[in-house]
Every structure is written in C-alpha cells, then in structure tokens.
C-alpha cells in the first residue's frame, strides 16, 4: 500500500528531477504511511514551496508548449546581448534542421509517385500519397521542434541572466 502511494507520489512530482523527487519522497515518507494521504495536496505543497504554478501543470500539449514558448520569451528578455546573439544563432540552427528534414521525406514521397506511376494513373493514388506525407511530415517537424525548444528553454534557463 506505502510502495502504491510512491508511485503515485512520483507520478505527481514528474515535473521534478528525479533527485528532487526522491528528497521530496524522503520527506513525505511519514505522511505516506497514513492510508487516508491525499497525494495530490502532498504535490501541490511541494510545488507550491518550489516555486512552481500547480495549476499551470498537466493542462495538455498545447499549453505546455505554449508556457515553453512564454518561458523562452522571457529567458531571451533577461538576458544580456552576449547570450542573446548565442541564442538567436541556435534558433536559426533550429529552423534550418527543420528545414532540413523535408528532404528525406521529399527523397521517399518522389519514390512513391514512381512506383504508383508504374501500378497506375489514377491521380487519387499520387494525392492520397501526398496527403499521407504532409501530414507524417508535419507531425515529425512538430515533434522535433517541441524537443528542440525545450532542449533550448533548459540550456538557456540560467545562463547570463540580467540583474
């Protein structure tokens, strides 16, 4: 029963390093003997002493990508001009691997339209493969860029900040 109300405990504090989590789970190790411990006020509490908004957490994708970029801005304002050009070449960095990736999927959907070409000439076919290779294009170049962003967000969280 203890071990279950860990886990649950680690699942609440995700946001958390796992050396974070471990010491919070350390210090919450007595109040998870009580069966009746409501796990989520325990989080909140620990969220709350940290500094961070609880109720900003698991609100879906598109906030969290959203806060990511808010975040971002607010790093790249507090910064100084040194840190800042570092940042906006990476950012350029970023953009031009995105770019980058449409060629292999270029290379692969020109290959279909080969092959479709040889099978048949009902243009159906070339639109429904075009059609299926934006859309994995897109949903690759999405994903990459969120990865890209909060890669970038956390190296640039505490680097030359202005006071």
């Given amino acids: 029963m203890k071990e279950d109300r860990i886990k649950k405990l680690n ?6 390093t796992d050396a ?18 409501d ?12 500094g961070i908004d609880y109720s900003k957490l698991n609100k879906g994708v598109f906030n969290n990508i959203i806060n990511t970029i808010t975040d971002l801005s607010t790093i790249f304002k507090n910064k100084d001009s040194k840190v800042r050009s570092k940042m906006i070449v990476e950012i ?8 980058l990736l449409k060629i292999p ?7 279909g339209y080969d ?9 159906l076919y070339y639109n429904l ?10 949903i690759t170049i999405f994903c990459t860029f969120i990865v890209l962003i ?14």
Wanted: charged share 25%.
């Fill in 150 to 163: 909060r890669n970038f967000n956390n190296k640039y969280k505490n680097i030359g900040n202005l006071n």
């Fill in 92 to 99: 350029i960095y970023i953009v031009v691997i995105l770019l």
């Fill in 20 to 37: 974070e989590r471990q010491k919070e789970i350390i210090n919450y190790n007595v109040a998870l003997e009580n069966n009746d411990v």
């Fill in 105 to 111: 999927f270029d290379l692969v959907r020109d290959i």
């Fill in 11 to 16: 699942n609440e504090l995700k946001y958390l």
């Fill in 39 to 50: 796990i989520k006020n325990i989080a909140k509490e620990v969220y709350l002493r940290r």
């Fill in 129 to 138: 493969w075009n059609i299926a290779f934006l859309i994995l294009y897109t």
């Fill in 115 to 123: 092959y479709l070409e040889l099978l048949s000439t009902n243009s």
